[in-house]
């Protein structure tokens, strides 16, 4: 039976949300922006964070990317599943994330959504996993930062279990 050891509670999720969607409401203000959320880990992050922007126009996307193997550190390996349907050409994206480990998904993610020509791509991510990054990838608004560990609930999940916890849990095997 794995361990689950609590790491950040929900109403601390909750408090960080609310801290960046003010930054990004600030940031796009009198602009319309693109959420693109990255299924699936990331559908409550942009639930309660859409929530919470004080933005009068914004749409809504979703993009899925799945890895070949889970020891894989090659961005070569990583095939989209699921492509956006909004026309994202000249408009302000921010990519919606719910961890950035390697950071070779979110680097394959942008490359593929630069090529329908928006004018601006930011990302935001609820966790910042530091110890792996393989990529350069740039997140611009953070939650959270994490050093290392197998995380697991608000969205995250172990072979599709524990998405559904309500804080962010550390498992141990
Ligand atoms: P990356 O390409 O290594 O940055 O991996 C990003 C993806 O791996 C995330 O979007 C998650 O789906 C998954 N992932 C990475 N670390 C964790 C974790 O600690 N718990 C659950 N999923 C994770």
Known sequence: MPEFIPVIKKDEIQHQISRIAETISTDYQGRELVLIGVLK?????????VRQLTLAKVKIDFLQAS???????????????????????????????DIVDTGLTLAYLINHLEGFGPSSIKVCAMIDKRERRAAAVNVDYVCTTVENGFLVGYGLDYAEDYRNLPEIYHMKL
């Open 41 to 49: 880990g990331a559908f409550l992050f942009l639930a309660d964070l």
């Open 67 to 97: 890895s070949y193997g889970a020891d894989t550190v090659s961005s070569e390996s990583i095939v989209l599943k699921k492509d956006i349907d909004v026309d994202i050409r000249g408009k302000d994206v921010l990519v919606v994330e």
